[in-house]
Every structure is written in C-alpha cells, then in structure tokens.
C-alpha cells in the first residue's frame, strides 16, 4: 500500500535552515510528482511547490521562491524540502502528497511534520 | 492567483441531518477539456488531510457516497447527506485548474 513517512519534528533558530523529509513506498516513486502543503497553527493550506523524482523537475509557488527548495533521492524513494532563512512565519506542519496525474488530485498524503522556529 | 472562498456552516449539525459546505472560485475552474478542477478534502482533527472528491464530483477510492460534489465554473457545493460523527473536521477546496494551486481557508464541521 502506498505510504508516506515524513521525518520527524524540528526546532529551529531564526536564521537558519531545515531539511525535512518523505520516504515513499508501495508505488514507483519517481513515476509521480512529489507535492508540499505547509499548514500554519490554526491556518488553512497552502501550496509550496512540487518535485518530479523521474527527472528533478520543479515547480514553485512563486510566493515560496527562495524559501524553499525541493529535491529527490531516487535510490531511497525519498523527497525533501529545505526551507532556509527562517522566521517565526516558517512555523507550521509540512506536508509532503503524492499527485495523481489520472485524476489531479493529491491522493496520498504524509503525517505532516511540524517546524517550530524559536531562539 | 485564484482566490478561493469558503462558506460557514452553522454549526452544531444535528447527527442525522444534512450539510452543505460551499466554495467559490475567483476564476472559472473548467479547462477547455470539459473538466472542472476543483477537489474537496476533509481533514479531521490531528490528521492529514484526505481526498473525498474530484473533477468537481467524482469520489475519490472508498469515500462514501453520502458525499456528493456539484456546482458551476465558479460556485461549488459539497453535500454530506446523513451525517454522522466520523464526519466532523474541517473541509477545504482546492483549485487545481492552474497554478499556484490554491486552497480555500476551510469550513468546519461540529457535530451535535
């Protein structure tokens, strides 16, 4: 069964940057683009960007330019996300999705992991 | 960017009953193959968020058929006949027509 296991739970400086991740399993890992939602406490969803493992292909939104940046390992099945300069804004849970091409839809989605930054 | 905006329920929903959740787009959500990119999530508390539809109104593998999805280019109605307690959380669209994918700010579901 496809499964998407997100690292776990960050405490970060201001300033700094982290590098969180999501190992997928139960499908052909690079076949499917690899989506990010960050989540804000309290907060809706918003949409970061995503990562075609197959070739390295992004695709950002422009908001998270500089932010964030997306790349894969295709012998671990596993994507990430590096979000540097980070500010209490960054707090939030990260979600990684995997979209599906068939239907356009984010059809599986990781535990989320949440980013706390804090001095 | 495509703004889009949610409804309020009124809220506690009488187990049983039926519930309507509304969305609305700033910018038609039909492509020009006919499709409507619009999908509907539930994440319930402490969870991720799951798939309960899309292309506007095609349920997603093993979401139960009392969620129904209908609406135009720009307004969108998710339906929950029969509610029941598993069905509480809060419910988000989401444009996939272009991007930056956008999602609504949510709407939330009690029970009573």
């Known amino acids: 069964q496809v499964q998407l296991q997100q690292s776990g739970a960050e405490l970060v400086k201001p300033g700094s940057s982290v590098k969180i991740s999501c190992k997928a399993s139960g499908y052909t890992f690079t076949s499917y683009d690899m989506h990010w939602i960050k989540q804000q406490p309290g907060n809706g969803l918003e949409w970061i960007g995503w990562i075609y493992p197959g070739n390295g292909n992004t695709k950002y939104n422009q908001k998270f330019n500089g932010k964030a940046t997306l790349t894969a390992d295709k012998s671990s099945s596993t994507a990430y996300m590096q979000l540097s300069s980070l500010t209490s804004e960054d707090s939030a849970v990260y979600f990684c999705a995997r979209w ?12 989320g992991v949440m980013v706390t930054v804090s001095s | 960017d495509i703004v889009m905006t949610q409804g309020v329920l009124p809220n506690p929903v009488p ?3 039926s519930a309507s959740i509304t969305c609305r787009s700033s910018k038609s959500l039909v492509y020009k193959d006919g499709k409507t990119y ?8 402490g969870q991720s968020p799951q798939l309960l539809t899309y292309w506007m109104s095609t349920r997603a593998s093993g979401v139960s058929d009392r969620f129904s999805g209908s609406g135009s280019g720009t307004y969108f109605t ?9 069905d509480a959380g809060v419910y988000y669209c989401q444009q996939v027509r272009e991007y930056p994918h ?11």
């Open chain 1, 100 to 111: 599906n091409y068939g239907s356009y839809d984010l059809d599986y989605w990781g535990q």
């Open chain 2, 38 to 45: 619009l999908n509907w999530f539930l994440q319930r508390p």
């Open chain 2, 102 to 112: 956008t999602f609504g700010a949510g709407t939330k579901l009690e029970l009573k």
């Open chain 2, 15 to 17: 187990s049983g009953e």
């Open chain 2, 78 to 86: 998710l339906k929950i006949s029969r509610v029941r307690a598993e």
